[in-house]
């Protein structure tokens, strides 16, 4: 096998090709969710201290921070496939767009979430309509639209075009979020972890944070391409490939 | 550190566990349903597989 070809590559653009493999990795990232899940849990609840101004309350931003980063990331992805759908015209591309979002918004709504409960004790509000809430609440609206857009249009290469469209619009709306709280003077506090500077906080907690982000990113991947194999059999049940591929396995679990 | 005291996390724990525990159910319902939802439709396409090979 070239790993170097053009057809090694464009041969998982195929559903057919891509849903066994997808299948064998699926208990990969699974497996790799909760090792991690574990490992992170342990560093957050166990290893870093309390802070020194917000006791333990601080302890939501190991799943907060990595929430909200998976939304944005997620979103990007997710914009990614679906112009890349739209120019080479890849069924696959564009149900892989298609199978991010819902969790991209699960994501999107847990940073919220957590969030609230994180602003309560230590703002002392759930809400407030501050730039980087509100873009945040947008990025949520912004997959109920594409998931909505989706839906309501029967034909499914239509149906991609169109959701293709408003995640390219959309996507505009990542930087905001990223960089609102430098823009503009914010409630949210700015980043404690950056590319350009050192992290701003014990090695015990940023161990803690970036683990769980992994195991959120490797969730990421098992619950997306569960989904995408969903639609695929949903799509192609009327072809060869399924029908022998489950009467071989009669029901099974393949 | 005992375990209420653990629990309690510095009299924060509704706002703690209720991050974790709906992260936590939203991450497990997912996966729920998904498996679900592989499940019927396995079991309808097994079904379609025998009736058409019962019409030949």
Sequence with gaps: MNFFTKAFWLQFSSPKTFYPVAGKLIPVFMTV?????????????????????????????FIHVPAAWMSMWIYIVMCIFAIIGMVWRTRLSDMMAGALAPTGAMF????????????????????????????????????????????????????????????????????????????W??????????????????????????????????????????????????????SAWVAETFSQKEGGSK | MNLPEFLDMGHYAPYVWGSYGVVAAFMLVEVILLVGKRRSLVKSIARMTRLNRSDR
């Design chain 1, 33 to 61: 969710t909760i090792v991690l899940t574990f490992i992170g849990l342990y560093y957050g609840f166990v290893l870093a201290p309390p802070d020194y101004q917000q006791g333990d309350s601080y302890r939501i931003m």
């Design chain 1, 108 to 183: 999107a709504f847990l940073a919220l979430w957590t969030g609230a409960l994180w602003g309560k004790p230590t703002w002392g509000t759930y809400w407030v309509w501050d730039a980087r809430l509100t873009s945040e609440l947008i990025l949520l609206f912004l997959y109920f639209g594409f998931i909505a857009l989706r839906a309501a249009i029967d034909d499914p290469q239509r149906a991609a075009r169109a959701s293709a469209l408003l995640a390219c619009v959309g996507v505009i709306n990542v930087p905001i979020i990223y960089f609102s709280v430098k823009w």
């Design chain 1, 185 to 238: 003077n914010t409630l949210h506090q700015g980043a404690s972890v950056g590319l350009t500077q050192k992290a701003t906080m014990a090695d015990s907690m940023l161990t803690a944070m970036m683990v769980m982000s992994f195991a959120f990113w490797a969730y990421t991947f098992a619950v997306a391409f569960m989904r995408v194999r969903n639609e695929i059999l949903e799509r192609e049940k009327n």
